[in-house]
């Protein structure tokens, strides 16, 4: 029997094997009892050295796992994407200290569990095969669903990873359906040959294929009309893990949705971009629009991270080098503010207090300066307000949606925008301007020095990068180089 | 039209065991007792109803039992071309048992295989 086997390059997944490492790691000294207090800083200084093994590749050719079929490669958007997830899981660790430590959840598995979900994040962003994409998207979904659920004795914990569970098995089926469907168009799941299969022009079958992928995709990434999970699940899943959810995961889908409609089908673009800009309004609309009657914190910020979701599908119809380049930015500039906002609920309910509600934060300025100084801070970068980072990163999508001629779609996005103004400054104006109402007013609680730290560290991130961003943004575009 | 013949056999298959089916329920003799009628239970006399409480620990159980089965399944293919596979192949399913040792380990510590 003749058997043929591939010439395998380990080193191509490294960061990913570095991550699973740390994971099983964390999730086998987590099960001893000793090691409860000091479990969590050795999952960030884990997460540190992936990051080190991950930036060492950085600025070298794209190399392929396997020569049988890619899998995976490593090249720079594979970094880069690596980076935000491992920024965004660090800063989820920091901000979770003492609320998990208060609400019975500070177990090896809580951490274990979010080094498996960055690994799979890491791998969705590396993967240039639809099965290896599938793999790591189970691998960070599943994850995802136990950590939702993870305060199992809160029903609402519960009720929300039944409702993601639910909805995510659906998109994981529509995914699977558009692979089976490409595959049956071209004969071929790995991305290179599909591209080639499709460069004579647009074929019905993978044209439907990738329409049941977007749906799938669109899911994970919260885009309208299949949003209607993200309130819900951000407000009854965890602070923390809600601040995971709505950036790491979103970064995964919005990688994938880089290599998938920028790099493997551009030659389809006349089928995909209608669909894509109507979509990508739409999810800004209804983001923007419903956002302007909520008076939940957590509701707010996740009708907030629709409406973003838009802008970035914006960069995916503006294409090409400056558009991809565009996306890596805003998500990691995105990371830092839903860090920074979500950690300032965290932080602040640490105790088992809740900060949900408007009326809970107001008079914040008063009773904890610093969080709320990080919170308008976040609120100002998300609406998009100069000198903060939001501002950079939306001014660059917007610059790239004109350099293609894509005028009325930028200036749709600049008015909705506009429209954001006013919900995010509602919650500026309630910590600042509202004296606290007598019942709120409680003795200041200690707040955790680990959670005060990240919340800072993002929000002076945010600053600087609002100031001096002209090095990320090199970095961003030599990280999609090598994807055209 | 290649497809007429599996057609016909779809109908002729389906129109049949109809008729079959409502033959015996007509024609065919019926003696009920209550042993017939008995839901089945690995033959053994049945104890209960199967609509009651039971503890959730078997669930456990069972989940932890079909992780552990299916994963077997994957070391069958496995060890049949094992000799033609080499280091290359000992070496990749060396890493796949280290991750269920893994799992087993997590089990165990954590009290999953304890009953009470």
């Avoid at chain 1, 009326?359 to 100084?373: S, W």
Wanted: hydrophobic share 55%; glycine share 8%.
């Amino acid at each position: 029997m003749e058997i043929i086997f591939p010439v395998v390059d380990i080193s191509a997944v490294s960061p990913q094997i570095a991550l699973v490492t740390s994971a099983i790691l964390v999730l086998v000294l987590g099960l001893f009892d000793g090691m409860r207090r000091v479990i969590l800083y050795i999952a960030v200084g884990l997460l540190a050295i992936c990051g080190i093994v991950a930036t060492s590749a950085w600025g070298g050719e794209a190399r392929a796992f396997s020569d049988l079929s890619a899998m995976a490669v490593l090249d720079d958007f594979t970094i880069f994407s690596t980076l935000i997830f491992i920024a965004g899981g660090i800063l989820t660790i920091l901000i979770s200290v003492s609320y998990a430590e208060h609400r019975r959840i500070d177990r090896g598995e809580y951490y274990a569990l979010i080094l498996f979900a960055i690994s799979g994040m890491s791998l969705m962003a590396a993967s240039v095969n639809l099965f290896t994409f599938f793999l790591s998207l189970e691998v960070l979904s599943i994850s995802l669903y136990v950590l939702i659920g993870i305060e199992y004795q809160k029903s609402e914990s519960n009720e929300s990873a039944l409702k993601y569970f639910l909805l995510g098995a659906f998109a994981s089926g529509f995914i699977l359906y558009g692979i089976a469907l490409i595959y049956g168009g071209t004969g071929s799941t790995d991305f290179a040959a599909i591209s080639d299969q499709t460069s004579g022009g647009s074929n019905l079958l993978v044209l439907a294929g990738l329409g049941l992928l977007l749906v799938g995709i669109g899911f994970k990434i919260s885009m309208a009309p299949f949003h209607s999970w993200t309130p819900d699940v951000y407000q009854g899943a965890p602070t923390p893990i809600s601040a995971f959810m709505s950036t790491g995961s979103k970064a995964a889908g919005f990688a994938v949705l880089v290599r998938v409609f920028v790099s493997v089908f551009p030659q389809m673009r006349p089928d995909w971009v209608p669909l894509l800009s109507g979509l990508a309004v739409l999810t800004i609309a209804v983001g923007n629009l419903v956002a302007l009657v909520q008076t939940d914190l957590k509701r707010l910020l996740a009708y907030s991270s629709i409406a973003h979701a838009g802008y970035m599908l914006l960069a995916i119809v503006a294409g090409g080098p400056e558009g991809s380049a565009s996306i890596l930015f805003y998500l990691l500039i995105y990371t830092l503010m839903n860090m920074a906002a979500f950690g300032v609920i965290a932080v602040l309910s640490a105790k088992g207090d809740t900060c949900h509600g408007l009326t809970d934060i107001a008079g914040l300025a008063k009773r904890h300066p610093i969080p709320a100084m990080v919170m308008a801070v976040a609120m100002f970068s998300l609406a998009g307000i100069p000198p903060t980072a939001g501002f950079v990163a939306k001014f660059y999508i917007f610059t790239a949606l004109i350099q293609t001629d894509h005028i009325t779609l930028a200036i749709i996005g600049v008015l909705f925008s506009g429209v954001s103004l006013f919900y995010y400054l509602r919650v500026i104006v309630w910590m600042y301007m509202k004296d606290a109402p007598i019942s709120v007013v409680t003795p200041s609680v200690r707040l955790s020095i680990g959670g005060v730290a990240a919340i800072c560290v993002s929000a002076l991130a945010i600053i600087q990068l609002g100031i001096a961003p002209s090095y990320l943004i090199e970095m961003a575009q030599q990280a999609v180089s090598l994807l055209q | 039209m290649v497809y007429l013949p599996l057609i016909l056999l779809v109908i002729v298959v389906v129109i049949l065991a109809l008729t079959i089916i409502t033959l015996s329920s007509f024609v065919g003799r019926k003696k009920e007792y209550f042993e017939k009628l008995a839901s089945y239970e690995c033959g053994v006399p049945i104890q209960d109803t199967a609509r009651k409480n039971f503890s959730v620990k078997f669930y456990l159980i069972a989940i932890l039992f079909i992780l552990f089965d299916v994963e077997i399944i994957y070391m069958y293919p496995w060890a049949v071309v094992f000799k033609d596979l080499h280091l290359f192949g000992a070496a990749a399913m060396g890493v796949f048992f280290l991750m269920l040792v893994v799992g087993f380990v997590y089990e165990w510590k954590r009290g999953a295989l304890e009953w009470d």
